[in-house]
């Protein structure tokens, strides 16, 4: 039994920073720091973000967050009095042995939250310079065999979700706009010409906020002043489709794909939620609030995990939909195969059902 008082000790003295210092060469990025994330397969800094402020870790791809007790538990692979030791050790706080005159210390104040990052509407609206090269533009409108139908609704979803093009990276530009048309972040991204991610590039992935925090021309963005709150991809677009059920896939790519197969409409539109983080009450509120139907699209990777998280959610609503991955997918379609690939094999392969609900098995 570790003392109850030297577990608040040591919870006063520990540091995000020292403890994921300690495995790994941490990058300084304007008030927080970042490093390669040890909880997916992270080949590009920028997603996973150490706060010194809030002495957390966080993930923004694949959502792991936590406290460096946390952190030891799941990076180590240990139990909880045993990360309660490890610390004890980095602090010099003997745990096991008892102190009868020992009084803790109070606990530390949490910092008060800073503003939200908004930008301004007017970068979004700029979308369209160079968006003609644009790689997963490209591949959108060439390396998929629409019909006629499909192929009008392009250039129209490619407006809706305002999709952007970073001229001098080549990265797409997918922008998160809230229920409120707030622009508050934007998600960079690489792709090849066969539409699939480019990992392998130096700039192959990036957030707008950490890119504005890191550009010294721009000092009104300061990440010591204004907090980046990410939403949902196409959360903007409650209030175009007042009465829809909200369809919800992991990646913007496959948001785009289902958008153009089955064209966002009064009774659905699709969003995408990036990563597991985001499917929370509080990120999905504005949704949960308007008393929508949300439906859940894991991929083959996430079914489990995406199922603890609607059941978390606490709301009749919703609902996850298994189908793409498990009626829709082929042996062909390999292994790794994400939504986007059963989908694109589905439309290449001539005709798909009419509306995605002919797909939908399950009424939630
Ligand atoms: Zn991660």
Redesign the pocket.
Known sequence: MIDANKILLIKDRMRIEDVVGAFFDLKKSGIEYTCL????D?RHFG??KISPRKNIAK?F????HGDPVKFLMDYLNIDYPDAIRWLGKKYSIDVDMEDKHFTPPPPRPLPPPLPMLTLPLQWVQRRHRGIECNTLVKWICTGIRWDAAQRAHIDEVLDEYYIGHNQRTGMTIFWQIDEEQRVRTGKMMLYRPDGHRDREARYGFDWIHSALFRDKRHPEYDAEKVEARPTLFGMHLLSKYPKADVHIVESEKTALLMAIAYGNRANEFWMACGGLEMLSAERLKPIIDQGRRIILYPDCDGVAKWKAKAENLRYTRVAVNTDPVLKWWLPEDGEKADIADVVVRMINSHPIPKTVTNYISKDP
Do not use: I, L
């Open positions: 994330c040890p909880f997916h992270d997603s996973f993930c791809s694949c959502g792991w």
